[in-house]
């Protein structure tokens, strides 16, 4: 059964797991050291222990306990319990949401596991924006993507802000990291995927009129390349997609952000594909 533990001082040793979150440079290399992450928000917790993932222990506000005591009491991790004004000592914000808790990360599947039985697959080049990866993520569970493959640069989905925009769709949609960016895509196409690199560019084909599947129903393995904000794809990855796509949009906008150009191809690119038998 979990401890829940009433504190009064933001100095506690025992909330370091919660210190200095706005502090992105510090919160990798502590998450990275001490192998966890941070879900924020009774939903996303929920989400994350439903997934699987072991807690640590929890930080909480008074008021947000009742509402998580079940979830508390079945961790048996502690439960730690501040004041509002306390807790925005520790995290270095104002925690609306009143409710943290740290999670243990697991160890990463290979870029073979992930896409072993995947039809459609989102490979995130350098996105570099902890919002834009969260907001992906979610978009790519919306619509079925069956994973998500990062290249080594790219944002930590595990990252709070992460987590966070995505509402927990990151515990379960499957990604894997590349070991390295120059030979990524390898794996990919002898997987047997098309390489589809999406673009603004004017000489791209219209994503929608994309031909995919066969007639009878049946849809072909299709990795759709994603790349950084601001440049977009390396000029390698777009060398080495099998098509360059593109949403058509009105001549007044130059481009979509990425989170939003991704939400619309996951819905182009996944609404004919039949659900697993």
């Known amino acids: 059964m979990s401890a829940i533990v009433r504190l009064e001082s933001a100095e506690d040793p025992r909330l370091d797991d919660y210190a200095n979150l706005k502090d992105v440079t510090l919160r990798r290399s502590l998450e990275v050291e001490h192998g966890l992450f941070l879900a924020e928000g009774a939903k996303v917790i929920r989400r994350a222990v439903a997934a699987g993932y072991r807690v640590r222990s929890f930080l909480l506000s ?46 990463l599947p290979s870029v073979a596991e992930v896409i072993a ?51 927990g769709t990151v515990f379960s949609c499957p990604y894997a990291r590349m070991d390295n960016w120059y ?66 949009i009105s001549a007044a906008v130059d481009s979509l952000n990425v989170a939003a150009a991704a939400a619309v191809a996951c819905y182009v690119l996944t609404r004919d594909v039949p659900p697993p038998a």
């Open 62 to 107: 008074e008021r947000w306990l009742d509402g998580l005591v079940d979830v508390v009491t079945a961790s048996g991790a502690p439960c730690y319990v501040l004041p509002p004004d306390r807790l925005e000592e520790v995290t270095g914000f104002a925690v609306h949401r009143g409710a943290i808790a740290s999670m243990e990360r697991r160890p």
């Open 117 to 167: 039985h995947a039809r459609r697959v989102l490979v995130l080049e350098d996105i570099v924006d902890h919002t834009n990866v969260g907001a992906i993520f979610r978009g790519a569970a919306a619509f079925g993507v069956d994973a998500i493959v990062l290249a080594p640069r790219c944002a930590d989905p595990l990252y709070r802000r992460s987590v966070k925009v995505s509402m």
């Open 183 to 248: 030979d990524g895509l390898d794996a990919l196409r002898a997987a047997g995927f098309t390489l589809v690199a999406l673009t603004p560019a004017d000489d791209a084909v219209d994503l929608d009129t994309l031909a995919l599947g066969d007639e009878s129903g049946g849809a072909e393995r299709l990795a759709l390349l994603l790349g950084t904000e601001g440049d977009g794809l390396s000029a390698r990855w777009q060398d080495q997609a099998d098509v360059r796509a593109r949403i058509p």
